[in-house]
Each structure stands twice: as structure tokens, then as C-alpha cells.
């Protein structure tokens, strides 16, 4: 990780993508900041702060720390959610739901998880005919 060294940039004068992008890479090289110290370091209000890491949360995994002197810290980023399958995977999950239907009859966790790949499958089959 690089250290950040500070220049002697006005803080308050910052944009909010640029203070976010110097939040962020202090949350990378460092254990846990706090709000408190991001809010003296940029001479702004802790709830902008605040409005900083939520959107920030966004984008990567930022992790609230709990404990007596809390802050936040830099987990990694985001991966994307929206999931594209060729048809020969969306067979293939179809096919491990059945079989687990198969196997586990008696479970209610195992149809509940089925029911749920199902699901998923219908909703991936209905996007595939689009």
C-alpha cells in the first residue's frame, strides 16, 4: 500500500468524489480510522463523514468496527452482483436442485434451499428469453 502524505491543499475546499477517493485510501492503508479523525483531517462535520463511508459502502466492503473506540475499515472491493449464466449452467443448477430434491426429502432446509435455486433458475431463464 502506498502511505499518504499530506500536502498542504486547503481540505475544506475539496470535492466530495476527491475527499471520498482520499478517504478511501486511507481506509486501505490504515487498520480502523474513525469518523472523528476523517472529520478533523477534512474540516467538515462528522455526519459528512458519515454520508462519505455510506456511499462509499457502495462501492467496496467497509466494515463498521464495534468496539470502545470504533471506526471503520477497508475489507475490499464490491463484487458484482448481476450474474449472466450460459444456458449449460442454468442446466446444471436445475439439475443440482432436483437431485438435492432427490436426496433430501425429508429436510426442510434442503426444499427451502431447493425452492430458492428454483427460483433463482425461473428468474435467470425468464431474463434468457428476453
Not at 474540516?43 to 470504533?70: A, K, P
Request: glycine share 4%.
Amino acid at each position: 500500500m502506498t502511505e499518504i502524505v499530506e500536502t498542504e491543499i486547503e481540505m475544506t475546499k475539496l470535492t466530495a468524489s476527491v475527499r471520498r477517493e482520499i478517504i478511501l485510501d486511507i481506509l486501505q492503508c490504515r487498520e480502523i480510522v474513525t469518523a472523528k479523525e476523517l472529520a478533523s483531517r477534512f474540516h467538515v462535520d462528522r455526519r459528512t463523514i458519515y454520508n462519505d463511508i455510506d456511499y462509499l459502502q457502495g462501492h467496496y466492503l467497509i466494515e463498521r468496527v464495534r468496539s470502545r473506540y470504533g471506526g471503520y475499515r477497508y475489507i475490499g472491493p464490491k463484487l458484482n452482483r448481476e450474474v449472466v449464466l450460459s444456458r449449460n449452467e442454468l442446466d446444471i443448477i436445475r439439475r443440482l436442485g432436483r437431485e438435492v430434491k432427490l436426496e433430501h426429502r425429508d429436510k426442510v432446509v434442503y426444499n427451502r434451499a431447493v425452492k430458492k435455486l428454483e427460483k433463482q433458475a425461473a428468474l435467470l431463464k425468464i431474463q434468457e428469453d428476453k
